[in-house]
């Protein structure tokens, strides 16, 4: 297997439009930053499997089918009828910016233990390339357990590991909290891409050179950093550098860091047995360039999921 995520997925209630008496209208997309990224990257051709857990509801069987639908193993998906299928409602600004709220006290991502991972990280098999997490799962217990033990494991393995420390404020009970729970990772990350925003709550900055420096000094050997339209910056070693964005007609940002990352990961697994050796600065700007694509093409439709770009549509999109 190329790639195993884990972490949250949920269903994204997310505004479609507005009626004429100003009421807000609203459709059911598959979503959760992990499993985004596993769909995105198995849509552009990687073996990808998934980790996490869903409630026994209605909305936890849709989710699962869509993970099998998109050719992600679902064998460590869990379900819980201890907690519902967490959601996550996504108001959009008419710029096409997101706001979220959630329902998630519990919910059943947060319910995901160690035990539990380490089986599905061990069936999947330790001989997969990347582990890839985000942060949401290190909100609450048991899945904050559940998420530094696969950290463990894949790296014992010899597993490269990505990491996206994604910040919802309405999820940690502070931001203080949040910084250092955030942190804990990145001690064992190969791969980190973070947003503006989490640049700044991570290192105190917006200065892309040096709060790649001090990103990178965490442990990170690959800082990506994605600029919204303006694109995306890279670190690796002492190479660093701009990569502008592909210009589109934005209907809905969400999904777009996912599908960025998805495809940044496609990109690094198919240079090898070691995707992170060597890459030189031409590699980089290939690299950042195919991303910035999948995420412009991401940002053209609505949904998180369901936007998420073939490898025929972000080769139409990336830029010559």
Known sequence: MDLVTLGEILVDLTQTGVKGDGTRQFAAFPGGAPANVAVAAAKLGLSVGFIGK?????????L????TGNRVCADGLFETEQAPTTMAVVSVSPEGERSFSFYRSPGADTLLTKEEAAAALAGYGLSARVLHVGSLSLTDDPARSATME???????????????PNYRAALWKSEKEAVRRMKEPMRYA?????????????????????????????GPKLVLITLGEKGAYYRYGVY???VPGV???????????????GAALTCLIRRGEEPLKDLTPAALEEIVSYANAAAAVT??????????????EVGKAFPE
């Open 190 to 218: 190969d791969i980190l891409k973070v947003s503006e925003e989490e640049l700044f709550l991570l290192t105190g900055g917006s200065d892309l050179r040096m709060g790649s420096l001090e990103l990178g000094s965490m």
């Open 64 to 67: 699962r089918r869509t993970l």
């Open 240 to 242: 660093t550098g701009a």
């Open 247 to 261: 210009g589109v007609t934005v209907a809905d940002t969400n999904g777009a860091g996912d599908s960025f990352l």
């Open 150 to 164: 696969a950290l463990r494991r894949a790296k014992a393995a010899g597993m490269l590991v990505s990491y996206d």
């Open 299 to 312: 940002c053209s439709r609505p949904g998180a999921i369901p936007a998420l770009p073939t490898a025929e």
């Open 54 to 62: 869903i409630g026994a509801d209605a909305f936890g069987r849709d």
